[in-house]
């Protein structure tokens, strides 16, 4: 399974990556105002045949606010008044046929001119989307890492020679992205870089990922990532205030999707040991620990599902109970305070759940 994931992250490294530089894309606007859900700080969306039901999450449950168009992934900013969210337009056999719809100002604007957009990253002040294409329905059309300016309604060419690896890109704050690659033909050049568009330059914030690496997110402009060297897998966080990258103590191998609470200092992710049973975990920044947050309950998380966080630092995640029933998943939070999982949805369905102004 090691040489496996290994040699798919070379293809994905090497072939799929492309240079940071942004084409066009066709798009189309409409100055007709779009009547939206009113969106609560963590919404869940059960997607149907050809539409999906939105709830707003409060007090532990689930209350439906709209219906809207059958969705990929959203990203969303209450503050900025500002969404976006992929369409699907047909099945695909690696990737759904999609467009980007943004919606600002009561204007509705479409993204397309590529088979399929994924990994939508709002930037913090709502004015640049971050995402990435695929030319066509195979992994070896990827075209690379796109940035869309929302406010100026254009796409943005950054001044960049990175071939970035995959998904491995967040905000840092509204006007630096960070990312991890390499130049191509240039020895030594994977590293995580910071592009500041205020200076329209690029510049190297972390040289040495222990090996290569295989996951970031970024958390008050510290990093913590996942490194591998040959087929050994660790967790390391690189300390912005100590210029430091530390070892962390831990036995999970992979991880997948990651939310971090910028006033706790604590990151929540979905990975997995040696046993490839997903998981939800908690790092705390503070004392460098990584703990088990789930083990039988949900009987499984769903690895498609995002991880939602609440302005009392809960989160929110999409799992299966009942494994007799085919792709029904259900509602869970952790609750910070209580320190369990509870289940929150009345019914089972096809959920994914989201959080406003999640970088």
């Known amino acids: 399974m090691k040489t496996f994931i290994k040699t798919t992250f070379f293809i994905t490294f090497f072939l799929v990556s492309l240079v940071l530089t942004a084409c066009s894309e066709k798009e189309s606007e409409t100055s007709m105002v779009v009547n939206i859900p009113r969106y609560s700080k963590v919404t869940a969306i059960e997607n149907l045949d050809s539409s999906a039901n939105v709830f707003k999450i409060e007090n532990r449950g689930l209350y439906k606010i709209g219906v809207v168009?059958?969705?990929?992934?959203?990203?969303?900013?209450i503050k900025n008044s500002v969404y976006a969210y992929s369409v699907n337009k047909s099945k695909g056999e690696n990737f759904n046929n999609n467009s980007i719809i943004i919606i600002k100002d009561g204007k509705k604007k479409e993204l397309k001119g590529f088979y399929s957009a994924l990994d939508l990253r709002l930037s913090p002040s709502g004015d640049k989307l971050a995402y990435r294409t695929f030319k066509k329905d195979s992994l070896d059309s990827a075209e690379g890492l796109k940035i869309y300016n929302i406010k100026d309604k254009k796409?943005?060419?950054?001044?960049?020679?990175v071939m970035v690896s995959g998904n491995l890109?967040?905000?840092?704050?509204?006007?630096?992205?960070?990312y991890y690659g390499a130049v191509e033909g240039k020895k030594n050049s994977d590293n995580i870089y910071v592009y500041d568009f205020t200076k329209n330059k690029e510049e190297i914030y972390l040289e040495d990922t222990k090996g290569y690496c295989m996951f970031l997110t970024p958390i008050n402009n510290s990093v913590f990532f996942l490194g591998r060297e040959g087929d050994e897998s660790r967790i390391y966080y690189y300390?912005?205030?100590s210029k430091e990258t530390r070892s962390i103590d831990s036995n999970v191998e992979e991880i997948y999707k990651a939310t971090a609470d910028?006033?706790?200092?604590?990151i929540f992710f979905l990975g997995a040991e040696e046993d490839r049973q997903l998981a939800l975990y908690r790092f705390s920044s503070k004392s460098l620990k990584i703990d088990r947050l789930t083990y039988d309950f949900p009987k499984r998380l769903d690895l498609q599902s995002e991880?939602?966080?609440?302005?009392?630092g809960n989160i929110y995640f999409s799992g299966i109970e009942n494994e007799e029933v085919q792709d029904k998943k259900d509602v869970f939070m952790y609750d910070k305070k209580e320190r369990a999982i509870n289940l929150i949805s009345t019914h089972e369905g096809k959920y994914n759940v989201y959080s406003s102004d999640r970088w």
């Open 307 to 312: 991880l939602a966080l609440d302005d009392q």
């Open 69 to 77: 168009e059958d969705l990929n992934e959203m990203v969303y900013s």
């Open 169 to 178: 890109y967040w905000w840092l704050d509204s006007d630096r992205i960070m």
């Open 155 to 161: 796409q943005m060419v950054l001044n960049s020679k």
């Open 239 to 241: 300390d912005i205030q």
């Open 262 to 266: 910028l006033e706790s200092g604590d």
